[in-house]
């Protein structure tokens, strides 16, 4: 990644986002990885699909202005979606398969009256995408385990 992502630009950080550190990320959104675990797992003891060796877990922050949603993506991992600050996140499953498909939409927020969580799991190799809903930006963090690695990263053509 060259530190520059054109479809990232038209969409700048809210003022309170300025000392996170964040980045453009590939599939869209800003991020910042800050924990990977200091425990690798070996290749033979994870679950089909991971090219190597892996960290046993692996955390970062991703916004998503208002007018952004991110690309179509999975992990081999199961990833943990935490509401941090702005508004709420529509997270969208789309299963298992070779492209999403019957998706299904998870709001994570605040607002639990309203059917907001302020947790939400993707599982293993699912496809997921989110947007942010409203006029506010999402802050989430998301936790995967076993940890991310972009070797595993996936993004609908």
Do not use: K
């Given at each position: 990644?060259d530190?520059c992502d054109?479809?990232?630009?038209?969409?700048?950080l809210p003022?309170w986002?300025?000392g996170?550190?964040?980045?453009?990320?590939?599939e869209g959104?800003?991020?910042?990885?800050?924990?990977?675990s200091g425990?690798?797992?070996?290749?033979?003891a994870?679950?089909?699909?991971?090219?190597?060796?892996?960290?046993?877990?692996?955390?970062?922050?991703?916004?998503?202005?208002?007018?952004?949603?991110?690309?179509?993506?999975?992990?081999?991992?199961?990833?943990?979606?935490?509401?941090?600050?702005?508004?709420?996140?529509?997270?969208?499953?789309?299963g298992?398969?070779?492209a999403?498909?019957?998706t299904i939409?998870?709001?994570?927020g605040t607002?639990?009256?309203?059917?907001?969580?302020?947790?939400?799991?993707?599982?293993?190799?699912?496809?997921q995408?989110?947007?942010?809903?409203?006029?506010?930006?999402?802050?989430?963090?998301?936790?995967?385990?076993?940890?991310?690695?972009f070797?595993?990263?996936?993004?609908?053509?």
């Amino acid at each position: 990644m060259d530190g520059c992502d054109y479809a990232t630009m038209n969409f700048p950080l809210p003022d309170w986002a300025g000392g996170l550190g964040l980045e453009p990320h590939p599939e869209g959104g800003w991020f910042r990885e800050t924990w990977r675990s200091g425990t690798t797992l070996a290749a033979a003891a994870l679950p089909p699909g991971f090219q190597g060796p892996r960290s046993a877990g692996t955390s970062i922050l991703f916004l998503l202005a208002p007018g952004q949603q991110s690309a179509w993506h999975r992990v081999p991992g199961a990833e943990l979606w935490l509401h941090h600050r702005g508004g709420p996140v529509a997270l969208e499953l789309g299963g298992t398969g070779d492209a999403p498909r019957d998706t299904i939409v998870r709001v994570v927020g605040t607002d639990v009256e309203r059917g907001e969580s302020p947790q939400a799991v993707v599982p293993e190799w699912c496809w997921q995408r989110a947007q942010p809903l409203g006029d506010d930006a999402g802050l989430v963090g998301c936790v995967v385990v076993p940890g991310f690695d972009f070797a595993d990263f996936r993004m609908l053509d």
